[in-house]
């Protein structure tokens, strides 16, 4: 390694600088230290004179870490870091909180700052979760109508966005013996849906589920429901809990 980074940057709110410089203060994991084994979790630690310390793992069967020393100072949200030992590295990269326990490094506009970017993980935290966000799930519905006759059934999807706004997404379709039915939609946190199945108002819904398309994961499984027609379903990303109105 085998470089020298010289940057500028700056910010007209010393005060988020501030708050920035002292919430940096402690010792901040590469890995999740929930996920990763502490072993060979290498690390950063800031103190509060100005002095960096990185910890890296040998590569050793032993398990030992090298250490390294410089020093970082912040221009609003930019910091910058020197490690004088050997070469001179200077990492120079915009700070961002993501939660109080996770904070990530990021690309400046300027590209000749070269930035150690990554998201770190405060250590002695026993909660690493993300704050929500607008994601894509996907909702499914099975259900029991006619054995006998195909009925015309709508469905009006829920969802919601940052704000709290609610959006309906309404899909019309026909029974088929059973109701089977799937949608992928964009939702914050409630995820929700009521069905009309015109002529046959002894339909039932009883099993939904809802997944996280982007990490392929199931949030909510039930199999045990009796959703009527016309009663609304609404699942609470954040509580995890549902209700059938």
Same mark, same amino acid.
């Given at each position: 390694?085998?470089?020298?980074?010289?940057?500028?940057?700056?910010?007209?709110?010393?005060?988020?600088?501030?708050?920035?410089?002292?919430?940096?203060?402690?010792?901040?994991?590469?890995?999740?230290?929930?996920?990763?084994?502490?072993?060979?979790?290498?690390?950063?630690?800031?103190?509060?004179?100005?002095?960096?310390?990185?910890?890296?793992?040998?590569?050793?069967?032993?398990?030992?870490?090298?250490?390294?020393?410089?020093?970082?100072?912040?221009?609003?949200?930019?910091?910058?870091?020197?490690?004088?030992?050997?070469?001179?590295?200077?990492?120079?990269?915009?700070?961002?909180?993501?939660?109080?326990?996770?904070?990530?490094?990021?690309?400046?506009?300027?590209?000749?700052?070269?930035?150690?970017?990554?998201?770190?993980?405060?250590?002695?935290?026993?909660?690493?979760?993300?704050?929500?966000?607008?994601?894509?799930?996907?909702?499914?519905?099975?259900?029991?109508?006619?054995?006998?006759?195909?009925?015309?059934?709508?469905?009006?999807?829920?969802?919601?966005?940052?704000?709290?706004?609610?959006?309906?997404?309404?899909?019309?379709?026909? =029974? &088929? *013996?059973?109701?089977?039915? %799937?949608?992928? /939609?964009?939702?914050?946190?409630?995820?929700? @849906?009521? #069905?009309?199945?015109?002529?046959?108002?002894?339909?039932?819904?009883?099993?939904?589920?809802?997944?996280?398309?982007? =990490? &392929? *994961?199931?949030?909510?499984? %039930?199999?045990? /429901?009796?959703?009527?027609?016309?009663?609304? @379903?609404? #699942?609470?990303?954040?509580?995890?809990?549902?209700?059938?109105?």
């Amino acid at each position: 390694m085998s470089f020298l980074v010289v940057a500028c940057s700056s910010s007209d709110d010393s005060s988020d600088a501030n708050q920035i410089d002292s919430q940096i203060v402690g010792k901040w994991y590469f890995g999740n230290p929930l996920l990763v084994g502490l072993e060979t979790n290498n690390s950063f630690t800031f103190n509060e004179n100005g002095e960096v310390v990185y910890s890296y793992w040998s590569g050793g069967a032993d398990f030992d870490f090298l250490t390294e020393t410089g020093t970082y100072s912040f221009n609003g949200d930019i910091m910058t870091m020197i490690f004088p030992e050997g070469v001179t590295l200077t990492f120079v990269q915009r700070v961002e909180f993501i939660t109080d326990n996770i904070v990530e490094f990021i690309q400046t506009s300027n590209p000749n700052d070269n930035a150690y970017e990554g998201d770190y993980f405060r250590d002695g935290s026993d909660n690493y979760d993300l704050p929500p966000t607008v994601k894509e799930y996907e909702i499914r519905i099975s259900g029991e109508s006619s054995s006998s006759q195909q009925y015309p059934l709508v469905i009006e999807y829920y969802s919601d966005d940052e704000n709290g706004q609610v959006f309906t997404e309404t899909v019309n379709s026909q =029974t &088929n *013996t059973d109701i089977i039915q %799937n949608l992928n /939609l964009e939702s914050f946190n409630i995820i929700g @849906f009521e #069905y009309d199945v015109t002529g046959y108002e002894d339909s039932v819904i009883y099993e939904v589920q809802i997944k996280d398309v982007e =990490t &392929n *994961t199931i949030l909510f499984l %039930n199999s045990s /429901l009796s959703i009527e027609d016309n009663e609304v @379903f609404t #699942y609470n990303i954040s509580e995890d809990s549902f209700t059938v109105q």
